[in-house]
């Protein structure tokens, strides 16, 4: 039995939690496989690097930023999701070529139903590659969707690309959208550094029906988060997310299904 190989690589990888999450998991379900490690690649020696990574063994690999348009383009076959994002987060190794997935989307939507939200109406801010993830989940669950992003071009090229119809709003439309929105979904970097201000919209038009969600889950409470809560109403943090996709990454290379338990979140949040 060849015991299987698996990694994340990205630049910065030092804080990822994936290796938690996925030797949790081996260890749950007794996997055949050595612990899954986190190894650093710079961009520019991508492929060189993967080429070797693969020699050595490695079978499966979560990729991150800044690497997952490299990885997209390194792929012999792709699905169709990582195909409509250009994009891919999951490295498949198999004897006719190395396969790309991207489990961004299925991880927000799973994060999303299990919560049992109100998707109706959802407001998205920001329009880089997370955002193509979370706006390709939501036009799979039916959502109206409104995007804002400081740059309106990127939020424009964002709807071409994945064909989306989705309101882009300016500035002054923005907080009439906050309004009516049932779900807004922070995907910038803003608040990223502990303590800084993520003040895009105006917190007071938020209905206390809305669900606020920051992908950012390091700080685990953003001030973006924090101002929602002031308001009353629910907030998420991108830990789910991050759990959810790893758990599909998961499943295509061991074929188990694993379970998100309150101890591997404990054990995350403690992070
Ligand atoms: P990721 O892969 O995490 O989505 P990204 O592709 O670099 O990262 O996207 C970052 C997003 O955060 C973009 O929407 C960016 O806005 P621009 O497209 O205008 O650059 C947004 N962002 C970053 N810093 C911001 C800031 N100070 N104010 C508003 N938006 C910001």
């Known amino acids: ?13 030092d804080h990822s939690l994936s290796p938690k999450i996925h030797n949790h998991w081996i260890k749950q379900l007794g996997i055949d496989s050595h612990d899954y ?11 060189r690097e993967v080429d070797r990574l693969i020699k050595d063994g490695y079978s499966g690999l979560n990729v991150t930023v ?17 195909r409509a994002l250009k994009a891919v987060n999951t490295l498949i190794v198999r004897e006719d070529g190395v396969y790309g997935e991207n ?4 991880g927000f939507q799973n994060s999303i ?3 049992n939200l109100n998707t109706q109406r959802c407001l998205v ?4 590659g997370s955002a193509r993830a979370v706006v390709y989940a939501l036009k799979q669950m039916k959502c109206e969707i409104g995007i804002f992003n400081r740059t309106k071009k990127k939020a424009e090229a964002l709807c ?6 989705a309101t882009i709003l300016t500035e002054s439309l923005l907080n ?8 807004v979904v922070n995907t910038t970097s803003l608040g990223q550094k502990k303590g800084e201000e993520n003040n895009l919209i105006n917190f007071n038009n938020l209905k206390l029906s809305t669900h606020v969600y920051d992908l950012i889950y390091n700080p685990s409470k953003t001030t973006f988060l924090q101002h929602a809560e002031k308001r009353g109403c629910t907030a998420q943090n991108g830990l789910e997310m991050l759990v959810n996709q790893a758990a599909q990454s998961f499943k295509i290379w061991h074929n188990k299904t694993p379970v998100i338990d309150e101890n591997l979140m404990q054990i995350l949040r403690a992070k």
């Open 1 to 13: 039995m060849v015991h299987k190989k698996t990694a994340v690589i990205g630049d910065p990888i």
């Open 37 to 47: 490690q986190k190894i650093n690649v710079k961009k520019e020696i991508f492929t």
């Open 66 to 82: 800044p690497l997952k348009e490299d990885a997209y383009k390194y792929c012999d076959r792709t699905s169709n999701v990582a």
């Open 103 to 106: 489990t961004d989307p299925t």
């Open 113 to 115: 139903t299990k919560r």
């Open 125 to 128: 801010l920001g329009a880089g």
């Open 160 to 165: 071409g690309d994945l064909d989306v119809e």
């Open 176 to 183: 009439k959208f906050v309004g009516s929105a049932s779900l």
